[in-house]
């Protein structure tokens, strides 16, 4: 044991040394037995139904533990779609002619995407990387975009991925010590409004929707603070979703709508943030 351990002395032994010393005994049939394995080092037993309340707390629990390590105390997130692709690239999840055409038009704001995502991160080194740090859902697309932005400035990025049916990997631009992998959506969530102090919201679908309301949602109700939640695309939004027509229905409450601005260029973006933080 060492005493100058940071979590303090103790005259009990860590469970790391255990693990090292469960590891050393004579490999007999006993030993080789699923029941003698230790109880937090038995992926079979961790992984039974019975064990899901254990495993959400360890999914809150790590990335929380990880960034606060970091020094991490604010964020910038952004959600957009994964099949936007860089300008000139390939629309790969395009499934007819009309969805390629507008895929590769709607490429410009994985540029945008990218240079709000430096901005952010210029502005996030003045607080040596403490604040404002940019974090995306770890993917392609506009979540690629943005830890590339960070990543052209040399700032740190934290991706958020989550385990999907299909092949999800982490795009190549977030900070290995902030990639963290999720099976639980309901902590992913979580953990990406928990330390933000701006939601940048870009084109996108099903998911990016989900994430988009759900934020609307927590501070409508008042269980979040108000913070920026900036649309990037004033045409798109227009059309993909009419708060107004809510209001007008009485459905939401006159000015609810106004919990969001839309703006087409990371600039614009940047000078609410500015605004809002009074941010010289």
């Given at each position: 044991?060492n005493?100058?351990?940071?979590?303090?002395?103790?005259?009990l032994?860590?469970?790391d040394e255990?693990?090292?010393?469960?590891?050393?005994?004579?490999d007999?049939?006993?030993t080789?037995?699923?029941a003698?394995?230790?109880a937090?080092?038995?992926?079979?037993?961790?992984?039974?139904?019975?064990?899901?309340a254990?495993r959400l707390?360890?999914?809150?629990?790590?990335?929380?533990?990880?960034?606060?390590?970091?020094?991490?105390?604010?964020?910038?997130?952004?959600?957009?779609?994964?099949?936007?692709?860089?300008?000139g690239?390939e629309?790969?999840?395009?499934?007819n002619e009309t969805?390629?055409?507008?895929?590769?038009?709607?490429?410009?704001?994985?540029?945008e995407?990218?240079?709000?995502?430096?901005?952010?991160?210029q502005?996030s080194?003045?607080?040596?990387?403490?604040?404002?740090?940019?974090?995306?859902g770890?993917?392609p697309?506009?979540?690629e975009?943005?830890?590339?932005?960070?990543?052209?400035?040399?700032?740190?990025?934290?991706g958020?991925n989550?385990v999907?049916?299909h092949?999800?990997?982490?795009?190549?631009y977030?900070t290995?010590?902030?990639?963290?992998n999720?099976?639980?959506?309901?902590?992913r969530?979580m953990?990406?409004?928990?330390?933000?102090?701006?939601?940048?919201v870009f084109?996108?679908?099903f998911?990016?929707?989900?994430?988009?309301?759900?934020?609307?949602?927590?501070?409508q109700?008042?269980?979040?603070?108000?913070?920026?939640?900036i649309?990037?695309?004033k045409?798109?939004?227009?059309?993909?979703?009419?708060?107004?027509?809510?209001?007008e229905?009485?459905?939401?409450?006159?000015?609810?709508q106004?919990?969001?601005?839309a703006?087409?260029?990371?600039?614009?973006?940047w000078?609410?943030i500015?605004?809002?933080?009074?941010i010289?």
């Amino acid at each position: 044991m060492n005493p100058e351990d940071k979590s303090g002395w103790t005259p009990l032994p860590h469970s790391d040394e255990d693990l090292e010393r469960a590891k050393a005994v004579p490999d007999t049939p006993q030993t080789r037995a699923p029941a003698y394995r230790l109880a937090w080092d038995d992926e079979e037993f961790m992984t039974r139904r019975e064990l899901r309340a254990v495993r959400l707390q360890l999914e809150l629990l790590k990335p929380e533990m990880m960034l606060a390590e970091r020094g991490i105390r604010s964020t910038v997130v952004l959600f957009g779609g994964a099949r936007i692709p860089e300008p000139g690239g390939e629309a790969w999840a395009a499934k007819n002619e009309t969805q390629r055409k507008n895929l590769e038009a709607n490429a410009r704001y994985y540029e945008e995407a990218r240079t709000f995502a430096r901005l952010c991160s210029q502005h996030s080194a003045k607080t040596y990387y403490r604040e404002f740090v940019v974090v995306t859902g770890g993917g392609p697309g506009v979540m690629e975009a943005g830890n590339r932005g960070a990543s052209d400035c040399g700032a740190p990025s934290i991706g958020l991925n989550i385990v999907l049916p299909h092949e999800q990997a982490p795009n190549l631009y977030v900070t290995p010590e902030l990639c963290f992998n999720f099976h639980y959506f309901a902590v992913r969530k979580m953990h990406f409004i928990m330390r933000a102090k701006a939601v940048a919201v870009f084109p996108g679908g099903f998911g990016t929707m989900d994430e988009f309301f759900e934020t609307l949602t927590l501070i409508q109700t008042g269980r979040m603070e108000r913070v920026p939640v900036i649309l990037f695309g004033k045409e798109f939004w227009s059309k993909a979703v009419d708060l107004d027509y809510l209001a007008e229905q009485g459905t939401i409450s006159p000015g609810d709508q106004h919990l969001i601005d839309a703006v087409d260029t990371a600039d614009e973006a940047w000078d609410l943030i500015k605004t809002f933080y009074e941010i010289a």
